[in-house]
């Protein structure tokens, strides 16, 4: 069973960035799907981008596209969101996830592992 480790979050104004890191325990970590989802006070888990076992396809959000870049290094055994031009709306507890089944999914029940999260605040 793999174990997940957000650190990255913090609070910046609106424009600025962010890097989150997903710290997988184990080294067969490129065996798995990985995702980034997100969530506000009083609102669901939603989707905010995914990626391939080797990175090679990668799938975003349409309301972060443009702005945030999903990497990972499995050599490393750790993923990445960079985060750009941040927006208040941004504000969430920021979770990543490990799929073991095959195929990339947006859907948040369809992931088998998860972090503890990690908070990012963007100021107007």
């Known amino acids: 069973q793999v174990q997940l480790v957000e650190s990255g979050g913090g609070l910046v104004q609106a424009g600025g960035s962010l890097r989150l890191t997903c710290a997988a325990s184990?080294?067969?970590?490129?065996?798995?799907?990985m995702g980034w989802f997100r969530q506000a006070p009083g609102k669901e888990r939603d989707f905010v981008a995914a990626?391939?076992?080797?990175?090679?396809?990668?799938y975003y959000a349409d309301s972060v596209k443009g702005r945030f870049t999903l990497s990972r290094d499995n050599a490393k055994n750790t993923m990445y969101l960079q985060m750009n031009s941040l927006k208040p709306e941004d504000t969430a507890v920021y979770y990543c996830?490990?799929?073991?089944?095959?195929?990339?999914?947006?859907?948040?029940?369809?992931?088998?592992?998860w972090g503890q999260g990690t908070q990012v605040t963007v100021s107007s």
């Open positions: 996830a490990a799929r073991t089944s095959y195929g990339i999914s947006f859907t948040p029940n369809e992931y088998d592992f």
């Open positions: 184990e080294h067969t970590f490129s065996n798995y799907r």
């Open positions: 990626i391939s076992r080797s990175g090679g396809s990668q």
